[in-house]
């Protein structure tokens, strides 16, 4: 990519102006792959040789996981400049996923104020409101005129137009929530009014331990761009947007897919051979046990295997299969959960619907095979043998997987990540068994 | 569900009232629940007996999938009366994605401009701007003066409440799109201002083609929260919110999962048995028969499995394991593609990256698979066949998946759908192949 290599070039000479003519041209997709092709040192390099208002606004545009990779590579000193230009909700964020090691050296080289309040934010659980929120908001007196509120505004109207606010809360005491304006109520609005009269008086607000799930519903019933956040005591501390939770919403959805296949952290290839193949390795390393104790169910029937050997190519056949139902099935309980039409503990709901679903596609797929292998052998019963099997085993592994996402829901395991190797082990030993054991029952009909 | 019980009785006893009492006591995850679980005639009765405004609310909380159920089952007129009460993006979905059949039917009932102009709206591509765009927005005069504006929003507080805007847009001659201004910029500005002095001259604006990708670029890049949408000639047809850009990009990354499961449509348990049998079907029925095209190998190998019966037990892990293996370099493939890390033709830098990692990995599961065989039957030859065959298939398998997603995007087929089966397939006929090739060729060493 040539741009990569003017950037490089441009680091190279510590040309700075150059660094930043080169990145301006670029839209934000791009900046994340040049920047990601870099070579660390040179990433290090160049978020030193940037003011730290550009550096923070490049961060934005780059891969989480490289963020951190770069941010833990520079000094505690440069770091903390960039920090301090983030907004508040991804300063926790930044904190909360360094090493602990880097986040104190970092914190330690800011302002003491803010490095409390970054400090404070980072023990919220990220997925929750406290982790969500942005701690900047446009916080206003009850008895205040609205023409005293717009002539404050238009004196600050250079810092409000960076807040990119949707709403200004009114509180009274210190902090204490008791109304909200938006601010084309101001706009509707005579000057003289008093905010008192004007505000929605007790607005809606989230404990800042709302979690994911509670904010989705929230932004889901109601039109609201944000949501005021209030500890017990019912002071303000920040503002959930609608955003923040519409994102964190769709990296969780966005990654059911690649935790189904064990890969929990983020992986873009540009990150160390050592560590993605170490991300991919661990759960790997477990289906691979998982698989061993599922295929020692076929080394209990070796002599049934040596005299029919056509079953062995009908084995991982129904390994597959029996994997493929039971996996839509998970897909459609984790669906259902996630739009809120069953919950964890109706299993028996979920079994009914899954046994009609299991008996006719059983039926349909295990005649399908059962047929194959009756012309492949030209013996009904081997056909009869594969065919119930496989029959069987999907009705057995609909049931398992309609089932596993809400059990693992329940015992607040994420089903996404465990739900595919329980349930392929279980449906592997349970298909194995049957096909050998069923073979093993009509032997004399199979070698006849 | 008791509610669903109550909302049943209510809607044989013809009750509006006790229909409209149960609903308002439920929040929008519930409602979804407790109308998915009515008989799909009670659903009729129901949405006919409410008023329209708030049937159409109602729908509002249903999944899709039901809503269209739901609404084909209406008689025209009353369809047409809720159709009338929903955003205009939404009556171009809904209407998308009825039956022609019932879809002209209920356009024939409503007012003929506006069927037409639904109509127009549903040619465009649901996930483009067209798609994607409210026709709801507030235009003016670029001669305005903010004083105005404002007694006219005062008049027309409540339509403007209702529409939930955001920007106002500046035209001249008929539609032609000239400017935009923030609703705060009129807050901050003397009564006395000129549009045309206050407005963002050239705004940014889409062309009602412009696509998914490009959408969520755009809003990736800009904090907009709505973008507006011309024509060619650069009228003004209506606006994309940053939200309805989000919700779409939601929904195909949720279904990514999904998908690769062979789900193309949205299953909820509430659907009949028999369409639900063969949404999944479909894919399964490809599947067997791609399993049966893999296994096939192993029939060309039943000598040697005959004479060596415990290489059995290895083939379905080898299936399984580099099943999985080419998987995660899918997965990883699909996300680089979603970031912007990688472009479709980079087949190459795919492979470089892969296959260091298929390279560690093949070794690290080969070798422990290797062991088991060695133990398990206390010929060193065959750990040497079954881990050996594992460790090259890893690699082909991480090299087959990390290139499947771009080729498959080149020629604009769905990586999430496609990507698994193939791989699979050519995975479990070279491991087959591989194994019992390798266990032919040292055949002696094995059975002596």
């Not at 596609?361 to 056909?383: D, E, P, R, S």
């Not at 595919?420 to 050998?436: C, K, N, S």
Request: proline fraction near 4%.
């Amino acid at each position: 990519m040539e741009e990569t290599q003017r950037l490089a070039d441009a680091i190279h000479e510590g040309n700075t102006e150059q660094i930043e003519s080169v990145l301006e041209g670029l839209d934000s997709r791009r900046i994340a792959r040049v920047v990601c092709a870099l070579a660390d040192a040179d990433q290090t390099a160049m978020l030193t040789a940037l003011t730290p208002e550009d550096a923070a606004e490049l961060l934005e545009d780059i891969p989480d996981v490289e963020v951190i990779e770069a941010v833990s590579q520079l000094s505690p000193a440069t770091a903390a400049a960039i920090l301090h230009e983030l907004p508040s909700d991804e300063q926790a964020d930044l904190v909360g996923a360094l090493d602990e090691e880097d986040a104190d050296a970092i914190l330690a080289a800011m302002d003491p104020a803010e490095a409390e309040r970054i400090a404070q934010l980072v023990a919220h659980d990220p997925e929750s409101a406290g982790g969500l929120m942005a701690t900047e908001v446009v916080s206003l007196r009850r008895t205040a005129t609205v023409g005293r509120v717009l002539d404050r505004f238009r004196k600050d109207a250079d810092r409000l137009r960076r807040l990119d606010v949707q709403y200004a809360y009114v509180t009274e005491k210190p902090r204490r929530l008791v109304g909200v304006l938006r601010l084309r109520d101001l706009l509707l609005a005579d000057a003289t009014t008093r905010l008192e009269d004007l505000m929605i008086a007790n607005p809606l607000s989230v404990s800042v331990t709302a979690d994911l799930r509670e904010l989705s519903n929230l932004f889901e019933e109601y039109a609201f761009l944000g949501v005021p956040v209030v500890d017990a005591e019912g002071e303000l501390l920040g503002v959930v947007s609608r955003s923040a939770v519409d994102d964190a919403t769709q990296d969780q959805a966005e990654s059911d897919f690649r935790r189904s296949l064990g890969l929990v952290e983020e992986e873009v290839r540009s990150l160390p051979t050592l560590r993605r193949s170490r991300l991919r390795l661990a759960w790997l390393t477990i289906n691979i046990l998982l698989n061993v104790v599922a295929a020692s169910v076929i080394a209990g029937y070796q002599d049934t295997l040596a005299q029919v050997i056509a079953l062995a190519v009908f084995l991982p056949i129904i390994s597959d299969m029996s994997g493929c139902s039971g996996n839509q099935a998970v897909a459609v309980s984790m669906r259902e959960l996630s739009l809120g039409l069953i919950e964890p503990f109706e299993l028996l709901r979920v079994w009914l619907k899954e046994a009609s679903v299991g008996l006719i596609n059983g039926v349909a797929l295990g005649g399908l095979i059962g047929v194959v292998g009756w012309l492949y052998t030209g013996n009904a019963w081997l056909g009869l043998v594969v065919g119930g099997a496989l029959g069987i085993n999907t009705l057995v592994a609909v049931l398992i997987g309609g089932a596993l996402p809400l059990v693992l829901k329940l015992r607040g395991i994420d089903p996404a990540l465990a739900a595919g190797p329980i349930l392929t082990t279980v449906t592997d030993m349970f298909g194995f068994f049957l096909v050998l054991s069923l073979a093993t029952a009509v032997l004399p009909r199979l070698v006849g």
